[in-house]
C-alpha cells in the first residue's frame, strides 16, 4: 500500500505562485509513477502533470498547465512537488496526488494510490 498526504494549497492573487508537496510513506516511491490532477466544483477530476519513476524521470503536462506548472521528484524524501506559477482564476481546484506502478497517464481511473486533496483557490 502507498499512503500520499498533500500539502502547500491556500489562497493566492492571480499571478502568484504555490508549491503543492505530495508525502508518500509505503511501498517503494522511487518504483511509481507520480501524477497531480485537480477537480473544480462541478468539473470532473481531470489530468495535471506526471513524472515517470526513474531518476531524472520524464515529464508530463496538460496544455493549460504547460510552461506554467512543474513536477518534479525527490525520491531519497518520498516527495513530490507541484510548482504553479502564473496562477490563474481557472487553476482553482482541489490538488490530488496520485501513484501508479505502470507508465504515465492521463486518465484518473489508472492510478492506484490518492492522497485527500488540497484546495488551491486563485482569487482575481
Known amino acids: 500500500q502507498v499512503q500520499l498526504v498533500e500539502s502547500g494549497g491556500g489562497l493566492v492573487q492571480s499571478g502568484g505562485s504555490l508549491r503543492l508537496s505530495c508525502a508518500a510513506s509505503g511501498r517503494t516511491f522511487s518504483s511509481r509513477t507520480m501524477g497531480w490532477f485537480r477537480q473544480a466544483p462541478g468539473k470532473e477530476r481531470g489530468f495535471v502533470a506526471s513524472?515517470?519513476?526513474?531518476?531524472?524521470?520524464?515529464?508530463y503536462y496538460a496544455d493549460s498547465v504547460k510552461g506554467r506548472f512543474t513536477i518534479s521528484r525527490d525520491n531519497a524524501k518520498n516527495t513530490v512537488y507541484l510548482q504553479m506559477n502564473s496562477l490563474k482564476p481557472e487553476d482553482t481546484a482541489v490538488y490530488y496526488c496520485?501513484?501508479?506502478?505502470?507508465?504515465?497517464?492521463?486518465?484518473?481511473?489508472?492510478?492506484?494510490?490518492w492522497g485527500q486533496g488540497t484546495q488551491v483557490t486563485v482569487s482575481s
Open positions: 496520485a501513484a501508479r506502478s505502470g507508465s504515465p497517464t492521463v486518465t484518473p481511473n489508472m492510478y492506484d494510490y
Open positions: 513524472i515517470i519513476s526513474w531518476s531524472g524521470g520524464n515529464t
